[in-house]
């Protein structure tokens, strides 16, 4: 079932300022606006930020999973150099969805349909697909299963017959089942115990090694992002403000929103008092012109008022006008 | 003005400095009769001994379905012990008596861990907070004052533009707070808070626990803190509790936990917390295998013993480790310890 990658060298997610606007009772909500990053093969990203900057609508964004009230959406989205936008929702459902990019999704575990056996409900995207037989999409579930850490004869059983942890696991299965491209991660565990929590991200570990999987982490946990990332893409106010590597990110992050995101992060091992941002995200509704921090920024001045641009500064970006020069 | 009205809490004149003191306490819920047939109990709660000092903050960790809500749950009144018996300011309660029960709660504030499910939504901040006083019998004249007082206390300021607004109208952390201050209200002794921080943002949890924290000391108030996240634990108490399967299986105080862990679960536990580092993206964490026992059918001997790598067969698998004291006011229910001293090898 190992896919053999398409030739082409490039980026293995290119995303070009993408927009996603909803229609609101109150106005038009600016959930993603601008984003523009690129994800190479074999790396994997964690998207930080605070609750309600975006994330989330980011991610389904990009796997084109829409409520009806969408008021803009626009941009790039290239996988493996195929225009996404471009495809018809019909050939993206086909094609792409849960084929070349699957997710899990937040709380996920406990939506688990409680009335049919879980290895049913994780073999369901093999079934659909009208080239295998059941016999072979059971196997392919025992396989992921076995991978993941669960039993094979777990198949049998039904959602309230599993932990938390197993259920969990079960939806990793679900994700890996197709042997996508791209794996997003919406808070995989944040509804976890911690024990299972470390031996989830192991088990993500693993397969990040072994199977080569490239994963997109979304969280507010920024000390569980530090475990399985290469990169991380910083949002603030429905913006990147930075993305940097990981070795970067975690000890000296540039953009201040994202130096006043990790002072406030407590450390178990490191003795430092953590600090909080004082003020409140913008609304999206209308958002301030200029930089969407600048308010609740110490480093600001007169440029402020205007919206920087992404800056490169060494093989980071960053939107904050003190990194102009460079 | 404030610091007129404003008092510390009025502890009984006693030489006594123990708030609440839990005696072998045991609440176990049936499960469903089949007939005449039993089938059992679950133990939420089985056998836990503390005392609490006045004006002291302790946490309380553990997984979930380790008890500990139903320990919480418990301290307020809300479910009926089993076995064992709870103090209280020197009162021991009979909760049969509702009389006992309503001055528990009285005494008692809860701080829940959504703030959003906790307060309804088609209140306005004056009506949440004028619930308690008017259930409590509180003098009319008094009410007003005192949600000010509260309000400003928990820094939601100025007081007239939060009282006509309604929950969905504030952000995640100002709900909290206004929950905290729902709490205060009645000006309880003690304070207990269900992970008062875990639904909300990095940015906000700080500000929160530091609230809770200047509050509890300017009151001189008890806190009871329960929380399954370690790191933020020495930013709040002075003592730590670590529950595992409807028992407490380590005592001691904040910075011992962290520097000198004796339990082994207690160990694991702190091992598998990451802090923000590039590094973990390559290092496999040390994680015990399997899961919290049942609470129907707990194993016999030491609960952590299935899971265990320092396990001891014949002993661990089937006597239950009474509490050692390895260090001075360091308490832990584990046979490693049962010489008095440290073991050579952890």
């Known amino acids: 079932m190992r896919r053999t990658p398409p030739a082409t060298d490039g980026p293995l997610l290119r995303v070009e300022d993408l927009f996603l606007y909803f229609h609101a009772t109150a106005g038009i909500v600016r959930a993603v606006e601008d984003v523009t990053f690129e994800l190479q093969r074999g790396r994997s990203m964690a998207i930080v930020g605070e609750s309600g900057c975006g994330k989330t609508s980011l991610a389904r964004a990009i796997l084109r999973l829409l409520p009806r009230n969408v008021h803009t959406y626009k941009g790039r989205v290239l996988l493996n150099g195929l225009d996404l936008m471009k495809l018809s929702e019909e050939r993206f459902r086909r094609q792409i969805r849960w084929r070349e990019i699957s997710m899990v999704a937040q709380a996920a575990m406990n939506s688990l349909n409680p009335v049919v056996r879980v290895g049913h409900q994780v073999a369901e995207p093999l079934l659909l697909d009208h080239n295998m037989t059941k016999r072979q999409a059971f196997d392919r579930a025992a396989e992921v299963f076995r991978i993941v850490g669960i039993a094979s004869d777990f198949l049998q059983r039904y959602p309230f017959e599993l932990s938390g942890g197993m259920r969990q696991r079960a939806i990793i299965a679900m994700a890996l089942i197709t042997n996508p491209s791209l794996i997003i991660l919406d808070e995989p565990t944040s509804a976890l115990d911690v024990l299972t929590q470390a031996s989830i991200m192991n088990t993500l570990k693993g397969l990040k090694k072994d199977l080569s999987l490239n994963f997109m982490l979304i969280t507010h946990d920024i000390a569980t992002s530090s475990e399985l990332a290469d990169e991380v893409l910083c949002m603030y106010a429905g913006q990147v403000v930075e993305h940097s590597k990981a070795q970067r990110f975690y000890p000296s992050p540039l953009h201040p929103y994202a130096q006043k995101l990790m002072a406030s992060v407590p450390t178990l091992r490191v003795e430092k008092k953590p600090e909080f941002i004082t003020g409140q995200p913008p609304s999206l509704l209308n958002p301030p012109t200029g930089c969407r921090f600048a308010a609740r920024c110490e480093k600001r001045f007169e440029r402020c008022e205007e919206e920087p641009p992404l800056f490169r500064v060494g093989e980071e970006s960053v939107k904050c006008w003190l990194y102009e020069k460079g | ?346």
């Open chain 2, 1 to 346: 003005m404030k610091q007129e009205t404003l008092s510390p809490v009025k502890y009984r004149e006693t030489e006594d400095k123990t708030l609440l003191s839990v005696r072998d306490l045991r609440v176990w819920f049936e499960l469903k009769r089949w007939g005449f047939l039993h089938a059992g109990f679950v133990r939420a709660v089985d056998g836990i001994s503390f005392d609490l000092q006045k004006g002291q903050a302790i946490t309380i960790v553990g997984e979930s379905g380790s008890g500990k809500t139903t320990l919480l749950r418990t301290i307020l009144g809300l479910a009926v012990p089993t076995g064992g018996e709870i103090i209280f300011d020197g009162r021991k309660l009979d909760f049969t008596k509702d009389s006992d029960v309503t001055w528990l709660r009285w005494q008692v504030g809860f701080v829940q861990q959504d703030p959003y499910g906790a307060l309804a939504p088609f209140m306005t901040v004056y009506r949440i907070l004028r619930e308690p006083l008017i259930i409590n019998k509180v003098k009319r004249g008094e009410h007003m004052p005192r949600i000010r007082e509260a309000l400003e206390e928990v820094r939601l300021t100025p007081v007239e533009d939060f009282l006509n607004k309604y929950p969905h109208m504030l952000s995640g952390g100002q709900q909290q707070r206004l929950v905290v201050a729902r709490a205060l209200i009645l000006r309880p002794m003690l304070i207990v808070a269900d992970e008062p921080v875990s639904m909300l943002d990095a940015s906000v949890r700080v500000e929160i626990l530091e609230l809770m924290r200047k509050i509890q000391r300017d009151y001189d108030l008890s806190v009871i803190y329960i929380t399954h996240d370690l790191s933020s634990v020495r930013y709040f108490s002075e003592r730590v509790f670590v529950m595992y399967a409807a028992k407490l299986v380590e005592m001691t105080e904040v910075n011992e936990v962290i520097s000198n862990p004796l339990h082994p679960y207690t160990q694991a536990l702190l091992h598998s917390i990451p802090d923000p580092e590039p590094e973990n993206l390559t290092q496999i964490r040390d994680v015990p295998a399997g899961e919290p026992p049942s609470l129907v059918h707990p194993p016999p001997g030491c609960r952590f013993h299935p899971r265990c790598p320092h396990i001891m067969t014949g002993l661990c698998d089937t006597e239950e480790p009474p509490a050692f004291e390895p260090c001075p006011g360091h308490l832990v229910e584990c046979w490693l310890y049962k010489d008095g001293g440290l073991p050579e090898k952890r």
